[in-house]
């Protein structure tokens, strides 16, 4: 079974800040995914990382890819209190699954 | 354009009862999903659909059976709820875009006293 874990769980900075959220998944995979979700809301896709080496950058969150390294990172530059929210990477083997981290809830604090 | 809609939003059981999750989307997407969401432990794959007529178990089955009624619509039952079931549940679709996201309806927060 493939294991997905994140690490920070939870992370409070301050407005201004730059800091980074790890994502570490446990056998080769050829998808990683982003997910925001805001609280009792639904989840939402931020990026999709296709191959070794992908990067992907939408306003103050880039995200990227190392698949030797089992690893991807969602880097957030500037944070601002609208990015205040739990954060999933997920992981898809070349079946039908999907496999998601525990999330990273996010504190922007003013 | 609806997307993926889920009903109902909120239900109460008391243990041992039953009930029936609903889920549709208008995307004519292929594959279909739920999941179950608890604190501390992500999205957790309860069931899911590859296609119209075939259905395979996920990390967490136990207790629930589901049926893909056609290609919109795939409904998860509880058949006799217990208190470890109560959570909040998320079907999802998965796009046929090459990247293969998944997209998610609301969600259904359900607790069984």
């Known amino acids: 079974e493939l294991k997905v874990e994140q690490n920070p769980l939870f992370l409070s900075m301050q407005e201004g800040k730059n800091y980074t959220i790890y994502c570490n998944y446990s056998?080769?995979?050829?998808?990683l995914y982003w997910y925001r979700q805001d609280p009792g809301k639904s989840l939402e896709s931020l990026f999709v990382?296709?191959?070794?080496?992908a990067v992907k950058q939408e306003g103050r969150l880039m995200a990227s890819l190392d698949t030797k390294a089992r690893l991807s990172t969602l880097h957030i530059t500037a944070a601002v209190h609208d990015l205040s929210a739990t954060y999933f990477c997920?992981?898809?083997?070349?079946?039908?699954?999907?496999?998601f981290g525990t999330g990273t809830s996010l504190t922007v604090i003013p | 354009n609806a997307g993926v809609t889920q009903t109902p939003k909120f239900q109460v059981l008391k243990t041992g009862q039953s009930m029936t999750l609903q889920c549709a989307q208008d995307m004519n997407h292929n594959s279909m999903y739920w999941y179950r969401q608890d604190p501390g432990m992500g999205l957790r794959l309860i069931y899911y659909s590859a296609s119209e007529g075939t259905t395979d178990k996920g990390e967490v089955p136990n207790g629930y059976n589901v049926s893909r009624l056609n290609k919109r619509e795939f409904s998860l039952r509880l058949e006799s709820a217990a208190p470890s079931q109560t959570s909040v549940y998320f079907c999802?679709?998965?796009?046929?875009?090459?990247?293969?996201?998944?997209?998610f309806g609301s969600g259904t927060q359900l607790s069984v006293l």
């Open positions: 999802a679709s998965r796009v046929p875009d090459g990247n293969e996201k998944l997209f």
């Open positions: 056998t080769t995979s050829d998808r």
């Open positions: 990382l296709l191959s070794n080496g």
């Open positions: 997920a992981v898809s083997n070349t079946g039908n699954q999907f496999y």
